[in-house]
């Protein structure tokens, strides 16, 4: 099982009482690379946090965009924040969609933030996509790796197989961002289709309602001319 740890609704001392623990003393804390992706719905002038967990030296990413925006002037521009165990902010995004990515120092919950408290009237739908992943090779232990290349065809296959999964996972990242984007624009056309079909039936409205009130006019115009000549 991974060891990461989504929590929503929680405070951040909360959070960090639950840090997972090891078997042993001697033996290190199991790496894995956990992610999510998932949509989120924001009240109007709320904030939403999710907890992240991860160990120190890991590659965190935060994505997100908004998918549907309500309310006067359907401003998309959200608030995005992430910060460390401690608090300290890490990094600010305020557009439709962006991106949040650092290098965990420590091990801990990180934080982050949703905030829609500009738009006061309407909610917004927003897709999330984060997550932290270990690189299992670096550039420090790159010799030491090539030596074992040499020496062990098994443990060359193992660090190919390494490197396989990496790329793999980045490719899902570029895909989820895609979905991501699709969504959006999904959202974005049935909105307009809506509008327009609306749009399109009150100005139908409007000239069927023009033209009976035209017809109107005109007969009781003649109406009244043909009793003014009767009654002379």
Not at 11 to 21: D, F, H, K, N
Not at 40 to 46: L, R, S, T
Not at 82 to 87: E, K, L, M, V
Request: glycine share 8%; aromatic share 14%; net charge neutral.
């Amino acid at each position: 099982a991974s060891p990461s740890l989504l929590c929503a609704g929680l405070s951040p001392s909360a959070a960090q009482g639950t840090e997972p623990l090891s078997g042993s003393g001697q033996e290190p804390l199991f790496r894995g690379a956990d992610r999510y992706d998932f949509a989120v719905v924001i009240p109007a002038g709320a904030v939403e946090c999710f907890w992240q967990f991860a160990h120190q030296s890991g590659n965190f990413f935060f994505s997100y965009e908004v998918q549907r925006a309500t309310g006067i002037g359907n401003n998309r521009n959200i608030l995005a924040t992430a910060s460390d165990p401690n608090g300290f902010q890490l990094g600010v995004s305020q557009h439709v969609r962006g991106q949040i990515n650092f290098l965990t120092k420590e091990t801990g919950f990180y934080q982050l933030c949703l905030d829609n408290q500009q738009n006061h009237f309407g909610f917004m739908q927003v897709y999330l996509n984060f997550g932290v992943y270990y690189e299992g090779f670096n550039l420090e232990n790159k010799q030491a790796e090539e030596r074992k290349e040499l020496n062990n065809t098994l443990e060359a296959i193992e660090v190919s197989i390494r490197k396989l999964q990496l790329h793999i996972f980045h490719m899902w990242r570029f895909y989820n961002f895609a979905r991501m984007r699709k969504g959006a624009d999904s959202f974005l056309l049935e909105s307009n289709y809506n509008y327009v079909n609306w749009w399109s039936m009150a100005q139908s409205c409007v000239i069927v309602l023009s033209g009976v009130l035209q017809l109107y006019f005109l007969k009781r115009l003649f109406n009244v001319q043909n009793s003014s000549r009767q009654r002379c």
